[in-house]
């Protein structure tokens, strides 16, 4: 059966070309043609194995990280050198991604380098950068503590200013200031960006970093004063297991004053601060392109959850069959369907919102180096807010794509296990998803309550402009198939975010405190971010430039070159069908959200019971549409074998007989009689316990 | 810090009595004491600690679980005979309960006992009981195969009747007819009953159960012709890897005649098939009983993490410092309370549900024997919704409880990572939540066929007799306290599910065959059984004895003894203030729901929108009066620390002190320097990779 392709009636149903999709998923030819050859020189390499890495123990495992992120930093090595071309930076990044293993290198490159990149003066960049572009040094980002997260401006760590030495002297004062979590920092780091107030003279300033080295770069052990180590097992077999997330305390330590980040705020040789002339934004800048990276994120592990659920549901049968007959495949089930299509659906969608990401995060850049701030809030909360509904949504989906393979999702085998305890922590770093939708209703809240002096809004927030035609609107889908117009929809989404936002504002002024209002009301507020990001997603489309302030329109003009969904409908796009099944999975996620959050369109009167139970019927028309194309949509995901690293979601379909291969590499399957049998076991068979009365 | 209770100035809140409390809680006085005592006689023995099982590999973990059955066993066999008072069979499962280890022997006595009990005949059970309850053969419960697990029916493993030797042949005819899953089977069983199709004279006779020896009583070896191994590593650290859940394969294997379970159906010596007069029906009680289990362990699993997050939750502090003093405790955030106390509330619902459940099971047992089957339909479907509905809910609690505890909730120390890994197998195993679903959902539609026919229903489905006046109903919610009217509540959960069932059955009945129907609907389907089952959690009351036939009318009238929640609240309850607390609770739970299932409730016209607004009022109302009490609502679950086995649950709040000593004895912080540093690390640093370019 070796070589067999157990899917190929699956593949033969496909209504689309398919090598088109794969471009569309990818974004362009040549972000295709980059990752799909990162992705098999990945797998093609025996040292980036990774089907033995639930089953190994803590130390096997992190033993096995260091091997290959060495193994992959030569690799890029050597790809700079005699690669078929001189790879970049951007690829080595996909190299380590398909990888598909947390190391001390993600915290390296991801937080450490563009710390001091966005932090960092002009001296302190040329100073230290070209040591950790060589990996001469390994940093981590050291900002969590044991008693804070969330709240950064509460962190205890502290850097008083030391005028005699001109030194800081870095300190935890109290246990809860121990630093907890930074990635790298338990065994790996020589360095760290640590968070702290500054103090100087006395005077409190605030929270800033500082480079502090950890470890010795000869001998690797700790500097003096320098309590460090692993805080431990995390969830899951393999998973985040492979990082040494860490704990250090300082216990005053000393480092030159030039070692404090300091493109924002100076501290002079006499311990003055002085604010430089880079404005304090751009730290929000950075924001912006670390959650657009995981909004990305999502979209990539949604879509390997769905890809596995999705083949493994077509190889897999159950009931139905008749006069001995095959059994049904458990994909053609509606139960199954109604659970996984919008699942798929919403990988594409969260991959088409994050490509539109990349271009604010672009203009925002631009619009930064002009001094032009006034896009920045809303850009702030609109990267917040999405960064939080992608990764709750894609927590959630890959659980319930575990659920959707029956009981051999529960087997590390499938993949799924681990992929959702890796996943998880997304929901919780770079800001709380709460804590996140709380901020995008305060935005919300302050772009409501200014509507009356005039100002408008732009850019997602735009349509609140309209707030009194949205207030008064009603939806006129009287057939099902109205429910295929993007003005229906698009309206019917904009009115209920509208309405939900005008209800809080509301009923927030009916609090004298607008504080205790807002605190009383946060469940209510929470909500309505999230119809407002919801609408975010489905709606990412050509802006209304003439909304936005003739001042913020620079050369390019905010929301002008979009790569959202509902956008993509609206271009050419080259392949056979390609359009009808974007077009088809648009509709799903819309309408599925529809479905799901019926409460929200109801209440608010955007639709009445009578639309929803046309919505329903449109949905199980799309359903059934999307049926045989369903294989076709996870392969233009073009996931090799060994990145999905699921037994259940094998290109070929041959599971069964790989997943009970799979079984006997199991340490427990190394003895016939297991370990613990002579001592415990067999004297209770003998009755060797006998003496009591049974 | 140490004998500090750090959560004193919550407890000293208290507005009710917690003593009284556990007695509820417990469900009786008695139960209380013995799981008291069996809790703390498991918490102070050594032998039993689990703080370590996260940190150890697959044969080291194993060999422990080994370790703690037998230690139990011991323990158990020694109470027998020197206790305070003889142990009983309910008092060893309870200590076996509060070793919290999931190992072969569960399968035992759970399964394997049950079957022989439930199938044997009287002769089968006199030679296997004694040796079973004795532990002189051990065994499993063989089921599932690698390509069958919901259908039953469609399992390929044969047992051929061969009338020359008076034996069954036990054969694997395929790979996917490999057992797969049953546990103990892996590395320690010594017998288990294996289902297999039934074949005599060439003749199919569906499937029985057989008992198969398959290891050798003396040096453990497989018997002759059985290959059997370990199915490999699942979900999460520790968790279900503690049980060796395994794969066999029969090659033609021989048993005697007399070992296949003849209770209902015996095959002659001739190989000729026999019905005997005990009826079929029996098996489905059996269900149901083990369907109750599943219900209460799904209120333990979810009070256990309940109560870590809501401990947390008042040690954790975070923003909202005014002035330098204390930061707010975080579960004094709405948001907080709003995703926390309704799964407080749930974690008592299902506890009275499930309770109510048992009074069922042993009023089923009762009719059963008297050969009134009457009932049985009824509870069957009853059984498996409230297994789908609590198992789901407590599988997504879990989850969310351990957002709830922030970044350390992803630590294993915070305990939530492996009860949610433990866990949530139950949504799968005995019947796959949707398949489940769809079996109520079956029998709601064919219940509402048959109203017109005046047949009257039973049970949990007597409000269905009175559908005409639930398709008319208007909820006379005025003020927000209309809310707290029980009267009200019912009224509307009755005339949603009413509704939803009855619009799905008009539906149904537009197809031809109304098999196509209910597939094409059948998530529509589903949604209405959810609906349902929701009712029967709110609901569970004095029955309406008119309703009942009086033919089904035994010595105990169906519904008469309850244990639902709403019974709970009609009771005269000892201890201050523990009535209150209880119906706090009961209206978060029911106002929770109304508030997350609105499009239901608004699409069938149940309520309005306005109604959906004050019930929403009423809910953070009543999070401001259960705030005061969390702590002692939790505390009166009466867990051990032990048991809890959560760092950031301690039962004394001193969380931060004891994170950062756990943290310690990860086995990488073995070593300052770790292992592959020398290898990997320092080649990097020292750029002994350097002829790149770079």
Known sequence: MEGVDHLAHERNKTEFDVDAMKIVWAGSRHAFELSDRMARLVASDPVFRKDDRTRLGRKELFKNTLRKASHAWKRILELRLTGPCVITEEEAGQLRNFVDEPSFTDLHWEMFVPAIKGQGTDEQQQKWLPLAYKMQIIGSYAQTELGHGSNVQGLETTATFDPETDEFVINSPTLTSSKWWPGGLGRICTHAIVYARLITNGQEHGVHGFIVQLRSLDDHMPLPGITIGDIGMKFGNGAYNTMDNGVSKFDHIRIPRNQMLMRVLQVTREGKCVQSNVPRQLIYGTMVFVRQTIVANASTALSRAVCIATRYSAVRRQFGSQDGGMETQVIDYKTQQSRLFPLLASAYAFRFVGEWLKWLYTDVTQRLQAKDFST??????????????????????????????????????????????????????????????????????????????????????????????????????????????????????????????????????????????????SADLVEAAVAHCQLIVVSKRKGEPDLTPATARGESDHHNKDEGFIDKLQQDIPGKGVKQQLQNLYYIYVLNLVHKYLGDFLSTGCITPKQASLANDQLRSLYSQIRPNAIALVDAFNYTDHYLGSVLGRSDGNVYPKLYEEAWKDPLNDSVVPDGYHEYVHPMLKQQLRNARL
Chains 1, 2 share one sequence.
């Open 376 to 521: 920045l809030p809303e850009a702030h909360a609109c990267t917040a807010g999405l960064k939080s509904l992608t990764t709750a949504a894609t927590a959630d989906a890959i659980e319930e794509c575990r659920k959707l393979c029956g009981g051999h999702g529960y087997l590390c085998a499938s993949g799924l296990p681990e992929l959702f305890a890796v996943y998880v922590p997304a929901c919780t770093y770079e800001g709380d998803n709460v804590v996140l939708l709380l901020q995008v209703a305060r935005f919300l809240m302050k772009t409501v309550s200014q509507l009356d002096s005039g100002k408008k809004p732009v850019g997602t927030t735009a349509y609140l402009g309209r707030v009194q035609d949205l207030l008064r609107c009603c939806c006129d889908v009287q057939r099902d198939e109205d429910w295929l117009k993007p003005g229906v929809v698009l309206e019917a989404f904009e009115a209920r975010s509208a309405r939900m936002c005008v209800a809080c504002a509301k009923n927030l002024s009916k609090f004298e405190n607008p504080e205790d209002g807002f605190a009383e009301l």
